[in-house]
């Protein structure tokens, strides 16, 4: 989609330091980290945000899923866990119209988040 960020970024028209890729989903380190690891997993294809999620393009989080157990393996940590985090709209805290998955970890996170 012209003009999303993430569109942008998942194209390589926006810089970004990349952990993952294929050609379904794009993997960065997050801008401002929250944690030591702090990345998002996003869709190539535009898809605004959770409420967007149906039948023809839900295969997708299962995809992303599979990704994240692979990257948390690689960058050392699954084993001391970390926390999938997506932010859906405007009371979610949504910043990003793109759909995203935050995978953040590396230190012990507090619960519940505010
Ligand atoms: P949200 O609040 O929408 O769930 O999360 C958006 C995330 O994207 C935030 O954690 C923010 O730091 C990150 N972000 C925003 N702009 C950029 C950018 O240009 N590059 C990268 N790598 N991360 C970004
Ligand atoms: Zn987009």
Redesign the pocket.
């Given at each position: 989609?012209r003009d999303?960020l993430?569109?942008k970024i998942a194209k390589g028209e926006i810089p970004s330091e990349k952990v993952y890729e294929d050609d379904k989903v794009y993997a960065f380190y997050d801008i401002n980290p929250e944690a030591p690891t702090h990345f998002l997993v996003i869709p190539k294809e535009?898809i605004e945000s959770a409420n967007d999620l149906n039948d023809n393009n839900i295969d997708i989080v299962s995809h992303i899923f599979k990704v994240i157990n692979k990257l948390v393996v690689e960058l050392k940590i699954a084993d001391a866990g970390y926390r999938i985090i997506n932010n859906c709209g405007e009371d979610g805290g949504q910043t990003v119209k793109?759909l995203h998955f935050h995978v953040i970890g590396g230190r012990s996170l507090k619960w519940p988040p505010g």
């Open positions: 989609m999303c993430f569109c535009h793109h």
